[in-house]
């Protein structure tokens, strides 16, 4: 064959080959993509392969149950980390500072992730009231015996009689306050049960909410993102909304009493003078409150 043919066919195949080497990189990115779409979309929606059979028949699908069991699913998985960091960081208080201590109860402070959480620790004599105390404290309106600035709470979304997302709301010196977070209530054992609120980017159709709320303490707290009904004075942002890294109530029955091992952590989502020390105070105020139910269960 000619050269100069030679040199003009395999110039040709060149050019199909790379023409063949375009088109399958364009497939394999659309596959890719695909895929990663995918497992994002999967990633969200976790324990996929333990679901009901009824999801995967079309005729049997209801969106209203399959989003409540994704949604309660990555609620406990939610609560099992919550669980575990409240078990490591209620242990001691080797890292923490010492805020307040009066009357038995003991409150530090410390920083996790660049954020502040409080401990606060303390004795409620008579350990027959523990059941009642565990009662009170499940109660969506439980603040209204100890904590003067709170309003009403109010049960949003119920999973199971253990899980539920709950709204809670408080005065303010010029906005009424409030946030969304998911309770949870565990029994560990016998003689002690523990209580979780942990808040996630949940939105409440508030028209002035334009944070991106990460958590910073709970991690897949990130990950949550349920479906709720809005309120109007939410929507037409009438309060102001704030959040809770972390709430954890240990309630603990002992041979001399009730022992409350409290933790907890709070974005405001304010900036005032003197930040640190402003936010701390009003954390610790809502901590310290608490200790009132020294006195109500002593009177009973």
């Keep these: 064959m000619n050269k100069g043919y030679i040199k003009i066919a395999l110039a040709l195949l060149s050019v199909a080959g790379y023409m063949q080497n375009i088109v399958f990189a364009s ?75 009066k009357n038995g109860a003991a409150l530090h402070f410390k920083k996790v992730n660049n954020t502040e959480i409080g401990k606060l620790e303390f004795t409620i004599p008579n350990a027959n009231n523990y059941d009642d105390i565990v009662n009170t404290l499940w109660d969506v309106n439980a603040e209204k015996k100890f904590n003067n600035i709170f309003v009403k709470g109010s049960a949003t979304k119920v999973y199971n009689e253990n899980l539920a997302i709950v709204q809670q709301r408080y005065k303010a010196p010029i906005w009424d306050r409030y946030f969304y977070a998911l309770a949870n209530k565990v029994k560990l054992s016998e003689d002690e049960t523990a209580i979780f609120l942990v808040s996630s980017d949940i939105n409440d159709g508030n028209i002035c909410t334009t944070k991106k709320y990460v958590n910073p303490i709970i991690k897949s707290a990130n990950l949550f993102e349920p479906e709720i009904n809005y309120d109007d004075d939410v929507i037409s942002a009438k309060i102001h909304k704030f959040y809770v890294n972390l709430i954890t109530l240990f309630i603990k029955k002992e041979a001399d009493g009730v022992k409350i091992t409290h933790l907890c952590s709070i974005d405001y ?9 402003t936010l701390r105070k009003m954390t610790a105020g809502k901590m310290l409150s608490i200790v009132k139910l020294r006195d109500i269960f002593k009177n009973e």
């Design 27 to 101: 497939e394999t990115a659309v596959i890719t993509n695909s895929s990663n779409e995918n497992a994002k979309y999967r990633s969200n929606l976790r324990h996929v392969e333990d679901e009901p059979e009824e999801f995967s028949d079309p005729e049997k699908f209801n969106y209203d149950k399959y989003i409540r069991y994704h949604e309660t699913k990555e609620g406990e998985q939610l609560m099992a980390e919550a669980l575990n960091f409240s078990k490591k960081h209620a242990m001691h208080t080797d890292d923490y500072t010492l805020y307040s201590m």
């Design 269 to 277: 989502d304010l900036n005032p003078k003197n930040r640190e020390q």
